[in-house]
């Protein structure tokens, strides 16, 4: 049974946690980014959790993308304590998540690319990648999330790793790309092909994140007309330099990013929310003008 019914109600991603964590103080040194604030700032990771479920958000994404074999080996970490940083991660998303009215939420283990994101050249080869992603879904397993958000993957052959080790664990699962300004994935492969090798695996959604706004013009449709499975999209908000593949910086103001959340939906995206550089403001802006719409959320 799927976790929401996508084919007649939205879904209201939460926005940024690590670039959020930054924003309100909190160190996020690699090669553990934002999963170092387990440990040095849980309360804080439990408030933005919370903040982002008292504005609408109903999909939480707890604060895995970094719980991950490699970075734990790069400092030392062992396995024994990945499975209780992903256990931690994945309740504090879930107590956090638990709103008053009793309205429903779901809880999302993020799973990053091994090496970097921005990387596709860093990729390990596929013996490494099982591995390394293997011993990471055992960890998130564990925390029993209600489904493992597969994330800014870059290539094809990663891509289809994560998602055939996730099903084979029995998680259900979300797969998002990240693009290029061609329409490609970072690493140069096809996004037609990425979708093949992925939809085998019954994903609940395909998505795109960590492109920016402008994406939503010309990816997105790209996107709907290659899967019929639900569609996500959560953009990136540049502080500075554009992000790897893009010409350009972008970034919008609360509600231009609600304008742009909204049109999203109109393109046929199922679930929308915020990447990095999105903050509280920006995801309470959407979800006020749901409420002024009277869009059919999964509440």
Known sequence: MPLFDLESSIVVLDGALGTELERRGVATPGPLWSAAALQSAPEVVRQI??????????????NTFRVCADAFEAVGKSDMEGRAAAVQAVSLARDAAQRRDGAPYWVAASLAPAGDCYRPDLTPADARLRALHGRTLDWLALASPDCVLIETQNSVREAAICCELAAARRIPLIVSFILREDGLLLGGDRLSEAV?????????????????????????????????????????L??????????????????????????????????????????????????????????????
């Open 238 to 299: 540049s502080q500075g330099s554009p992000i790897p593949g893009w010409s350009a910086a972008e970034t919008l103001d609360a509600d231009e990013f609600a304008d742009l959340a909204l049109d999203c939906l109109t393109i046929g995206a199922r679930i929308v929310g915020g990447c990095c550089g999105t903050t509280l403001s920006h995801l309470a802006a959407f979800c006020q003008s749901l409420s002024v719409r009277g869009s059919p959320t999964a509440l």
């Open 49 to 62: 959790h919370r903040d982002y479920a008292n504005a609408g958000a109903q999909l939480h994404t707890a």
């Open 196 to 236: 093949r090798a992925v939809e085998e695996y019954s994903p609940l959604a395909i998505g795109l994140n960590c492109v920016p706004p402008s994406a939503a013009g010309d990816c997105l449709p790209l996107l709907m007309g290659l899967t019929s499975r639900p569609v996500a999209f959560y953009p990136h």
